[in-house]
């Protein structure tokens, strides 16, 4: 077996994202959580491999991508993707920069792109700079990110502050013009002595020529919205077949729950919508810290209530009550406090009988994943663009446990309701 692309996901969800728009492009895909220990699975097309370093400590973040690299190569991956969210999510240090020059300098190689674009969940970029919607990132929700608030839409800019190379751009002039014509511009960017190009992107057909234009480079770095254009360079080589069912879960049963710890716009409405007509249970940070028992509390409520259908738990709040206990107990204190009790509410939630579980937020997920020992999931069908169902590899068979993971600033307000008419 030869797995064909081989991706590195700076966060959980995103990893999810990726794999998802990969299997829709026919390519069976799975995701792994953290750097494996043994062989790669069989018939498969593409491995993402989900890390959990978008707010790591750069070197940290370096280190533990570099070897998820050196596992893929051995699995004999013939093209390589660094995905991170179409929101650019970093600081002025890292962590997109240092992770992408290592992996270039691992791999050899002096020119890369770095495309966040996802035109599906209106990100999209234009003369370098990344619009949401209608607004600059900058004048978006994502400047009062409590992790990495984005105050600067200029992504060659914001780029340059975390690289050593030279960053160019590969403007809509180009983009607009085909795959002949991208490759023509980066040819160019690369004799200014360039190592990065921030490529426009408006559209999906945009991505579809920018894939095409990166089929000979080793590696690409970007949002999951790139790897549209990707399959086809691998059909054009007579490499993958079209896999229509690539898709295919097995059917899955059990109850329903939702986890939510995103504090993201998007989230923000999806769990006043679900409130509306399921029960809901709200963690307080503050009850954490001081020491109450709010997991045996949550779960005591989940299992009166499970039966009669969907139950969600969460700890989505405003940015100004997120500042407000982030004062009270810093930041990194009230995040893994949040983190920690809703991946052991998962894990409780799991033992009631939940085998159908939706988790909003990358760090959450990441947090619920490793509390339920997950290994890795067989990507199913889309829910929303960016977010497909999935089930956990297991070893020994058994029921399966279907998960979705959200990144928070996606889907539409009703995704926590009409998720489950997706699963067979």
């Not at 593409?46 to 570099?66: C, D, G, M, Q, Y």
């Not at 490529?199 to 080793?218: F, K, M, S, Y």
Request: hydrophobic share 45%; charged share 20%.
């Amino acid at each position: 077996m030869t797995v064909l692309l081989g991706c590195i996901a700076d966060d959980f969800t995103g990893a999810t994202d990726l794999a998802g728009m990969l299997v829709k492009a026919g390519m069976r895909t799975v995701q792994l959580i953290g750097v494996p220990a043994g062989p790669p699975p069989q018939d498969v097309d593409a491995i993402v491999i989900a890390l959990k370093s978008r707010t790591n400590p750069a070197p940290e973040a370096v280190e533990e991508s570099l070897a998820a690299l050196r596992w893929l190569q051995q699995a004999g991956c013939r093209q390589f993707q660094f995905k991170y969210c179409s929101t650019f999510d970093s600081t002025a240090r890292g962590n997109i920069g240092p992770v992408a020059e290592a992996l270039m300098e691992a791999l050899g190689t002096d020119f890369t792109i770095a495309c966040p674009a996802f035109p599906a969940n209106n990100r999209t970029i234009y003369k370098g700079y990344l619009f949401v919607g209608d607004e600059l990132l900058s004048e978006s929700g994502m400047r009062n990110h409590p992790l990495t608030p984005m105050t600067d839409a200029n992504l060659v800019r914001v780029l340059q502050q975390q690289v050593a190379g030279k960053v160019g751009l590969a403007d809509y002039k180009a983009v607009g013009q085909g795959a002949q014509a991208i490759k023509a511009r980066f040819e160019a960017l690369k004799a200014e002595g360039a190592r990065f190009a921030i490529v426009d992107a408006v559209t999906n057909r945009d991505l579809e020529e920018i894939g095409a234009a990166c089929d000979d480079l080793p590696m690409i770095t970007g949002g999951s919205g790139i790897a549209l254009g990707l399959p086809e360079n691998f059909r054009r080589r007579g490499l993958l077949a079209r896999h229509d069912a690539a898709d295919a879960l097995p059917a899955t049963g059990g109850l329903r729950a939702v986890i939510s710890g995103s504090c993201s716009v998007a989230t923000q409405a999806q769990v006043a919508l679900m409130a509306e007509t399921a029960p809901a249970f709200v963690i307080d940070p503050l009850q954490l810290a001081r020491g109450d028992d709010v997991v045996s509390a949550a779960l005591d409520w989940a299992a009166d209530r499970l039966s009669r259908g969907p139950v969600l738990v969460y700890a989505t709040a405003t940015p100004e009550k997120v500042r407000t206990v982030q004062a009270h107990l810093g930041v990194e204190h009230a995040g893994s406090l949040v983190e920690n009790a809703l991946a052991d509410i998962a894990r409780g939630l799991v033992k009631l009988g939940v085998g159908q579980l939706i988790v909003a937020g990358g760090e959450t997920s990441g947090a619920v994943v490793k509390a339920l020992g997950v290994t890795g999931l067989r990507i199913g069908p889309e829910i929303d663009p960016g977010v497909p169902w999935t089930t956990v590899l297991k070893e020994g068979g058994g029921q399966p446990l279907a998960l979705a993971l959200k990144s928070g600033n996606f889907g539409s307000p009703d995704f926590f309701v009409k998720a489950w008419s997706k699963l067979a």
